[in-house]
């Protein structure tokens, strides 16, 4: 079974937008399945700008924090007459009511560009089902295909300045069962000379390296650091190590055309993955794999 987790669910919105009670709904809902964070580096930015500080390392933060699409962003943005409504109920032990209105100015400004980002939901109802609509979402994300996860992608470099995201990260975990690895998109005509040179280069070098073929004359184990691909194209290095029952795999892609190209891509290295698990011997049984994605330029041809 292949599986695309949540690190971090994230909940934001301005002072008394329901963080706090989405918190424990969601931990409720679930038995605590994610690591839920109050608040992101978009507070940061934005109560930093209030307070008349340098807001950068705190943008850097949030575009990494955001970049990351194992993360999920929850933006609570009820109208401004509900935390009205509950300022007068119950004041605020930080800020006044007038704060309040323009803090939810700025949270309604960032939601409105960032709601097109596939890791980002923002909630404006305040029904009791939130809870169970935003768990929905969110575990329906973790088992998503290698083509939904394609699309995400895609998704976010649509919603990006210049069609571009750089640099996306994204994580997904297998468990030697390979059970969406397909060797037909080794026959993709436009990569098939491409793909095969990959996929010969980076098995060859693990059978040298396990018979000694090295610069060492130094026979290596399947724990070998020395088991990587390196080139100056798109999918730029892949590196291979075993670890603690686990195959990581680790792919940086200097250039990714996720228009139509990437989707083709993550079909070939979740397939190459399969090779290399097979190479080494081990066992659906007892290992796993992850396969940790570095796309330096997610880009749409304009």
């Not at 990494?64 to 401004?80: A, K, Q, S, T, Y």
């Not at 809870?131 to 979402?137: I, M, P, Q």
């Not at 690895?181 to 040179?197: F, L, Q, T």
């Amino acid at each position: 079974m292949k599986r695309f987790p949540v690190n971090y669910v994230i909940l934001e919105g301005p002072d008394l937008s329901g963080k706090t009670t989405l918190y424990s709904a969601l931990h409720s809902a679930t038995s605590y399945a994610w690591n839920i964070h109050d608040r992101s580096y978009l507070s940061m930015m934005i109560h930093a700008r209030q307070y008349g500080r340098d807001v950068f390392f705190h943008n850097e933060n949030f575009k990494r924090e955001l970049l990351n699409i194992n993360n999920r962003l929850v933006i609570l943005l009820p109208d401004f007459e509900v935390l009205q409504e509950r300022y007068e109920a119950r004041g605020d032990e930080i800020q006044s009511l007038e704060n309040i209105a323009k803090l939810h100015a700025e949270f309604t400004s960032y939601a409105e560009r960032l709601e097109r980002l596939p890791n980002v939901i923002v909630v404006r109802d305040t029904a009791d089902s939130i809870a169970k609509k935003v768990a929905a979402e969110i575990t329906s994300s973790e088992e998503a295909s290698l083509d939904e996860i394609s699309q995400m992608v895609f998704d976010y470099a649509a919603a990006s300045t210049r069609y571009e995201a750089t640099p996306l990260t994204f994580t997904i975990y297998d468990d030697g069962k390979f059970l969406e690895a397909d060797s037909r998109v080794m026959a993709y005509e436009p990569e098939k000379e491409y793909y095969d040179r990959i996929l010969s280069t980076m098995t060859q070098t693990i059978r040298d390296e396990l018979e000694g073929k090295n610069p060492y004359k130094r026979v290596e184990s399947i724990y070998s650091r020395r088991f990587i691909y390196t080139d100056n194209t798109c999918i730029s290095l892949i590196h291979a190590s075993y670890r603690d029952n686990i195959l990581d795999m680790h792919f940086v892609l200097r250039s990714s055309e996720v228009a139509e190209t990437f989707r083709h891509d993550l079909k070939f290295l979740h397939y190459l993955t399969s090779s290399v698990f097979a190479m080494l011997g081990l066992n659906n049984l007892k290992d796993s794999v992850r396969m940790r994605f570095n796309l330096n330029s997610a880009h749409i041809l304009s």
